[in-house]
């Protein structure tokens, strides 16, 4: 029953995030809003509504260990398994230029949530901190944006537009955001039970298995979001689309989730996976800095790096 908890979960979480996503999309659309700011933030970040709410349910049963571990093993992934397979899909062009703001931002957010975590526990005053950051970074890339042109524009535009455009009808639009966030409050219940009771039955620690089964299964709107901007020929998007991510869990979640309910970090976490998340940023930010591009090879050693990384843990579980 557990596994099937895991898997009706991980069903309902990604289906109630697309439609969440999706509904909200059209919603806007409908109301005018421009592709800029849908791209930036209803895909974006709606890509991430599976994490923050699996996140926020595990903080309130009293697993503290699946909640960051979701978050930490989700940026882990993101980068060395998503962007991994992006990039072996067909090598990813990077604007060096938008690049710089938005690197800038991961690197101070990843800082940030590694500082917090080395506290031992993320209280409400500092989620109030990574909240407002995370505010601040939204409307000030939104006020530059719009006032001029760039690059870093027409990604988040181009985000917008990686969702087909179906005429706009209110009502059914309506329907479908409230059905997806249903559907993923659900999903994420059932997923937080069933990892509960996976890690009992197997006799693995809960931040074990947040890392590896719920981190990656929550991670698969941004996987899809990422192949479909490559298959499309727009690979900075799916570049993007992990930077986006990755700011929105550390800033974003934890700082909802430790607002909620002050987060307690375990020790595994602090001894090791925060490490391996710094070193996948600075791969992240290397790769795409070094020839403006991320290469076939490269993504071959993101991808090995994350089967090590998944073999590690199950070795040591």
């Known amino acids: 029953m557990t596994f099937l908890f895991v898997l009706g979960g991980l069903i309902a979480l990604v289906a109630g995030g697309d439609l969440l996503v999706r509904g909200a999309v059209n919603l806007a659309r409908s109301l005018s809003v421009p592709p800029l700011v849908i791209g930036l933030t209803l895909v974006g970040f709606g890509t991430s509504a599976p994490e923050l709410v699996t996140s926020l349910q595990a903080a309130l049963s009293g697993s503290p260990g699946l909640a960051v571990g979701n978050v930490v093993g989700s940026n882990i992934g993101n980068v ?185 970090v375990p020790a595994q976490i602090l001894n090791v996976d925060i490490w391996v998340m710094a070193a996948a940023t600075v791969a992240l930010l290397v790769f795409a800095t070094t020839g403006a591009r991320v290469s076939r090879r490269e993504a071959g050693a993101l991808l090995a790096a994350y089967g090590a990384y998944l073999g590690w843990l199950l070795i040591t579980a």
């Open 80 to 264: 060395l398994l998503i962007l991994g397979i992006a990039a072996l899909m067909a090598p990813i062009a990077v604007d060096t230029r938008a690049l710089w703001r938005d690197g800038a931002v991961l690197a101070g957010a990843t800082a940030l949530g590694m500082w917090a975590m080395t506290q031992g526990t993320i209280g409400r005053a500092t989620g109030a901190v990574f909240v407002l950051a995370l505010v601040a970074y939204v409307f000030t890339t939104l006020v530059l944006e719009r006032r001029r042109a760039s690059e870093t524009a027409a990604i988040y535009t181009a985000e917008a537009d990686l969702l087909a455009q179906h005429p706009t009808r209110t009502g059914r639009d309506a329907l479908l955001t409230i059905a997806g966030l249903v559907l993923t409050v659900l999903g994420a219940r059932y997923l937080v039970q069933g990892a509960v009771g996976i890690a009992a039955s197997m006799g693995v620690s809960e931040t074990v298995i947040g890392l590896t089964i719920v981190a990656i299964g929550t991670s698969m709107p941004e996987l899809v979001t990422s192949v479909m901007a490559v298959r499309r020929g727009e690979g900075a998007v799916a570049l993007g689309n992990v930077i986006g991510s990755n700011v929105f869990n550390l800033l974003g979640i934890l700082g909802i989730t430790a607002l909620v309910v002050p987060i307690q």
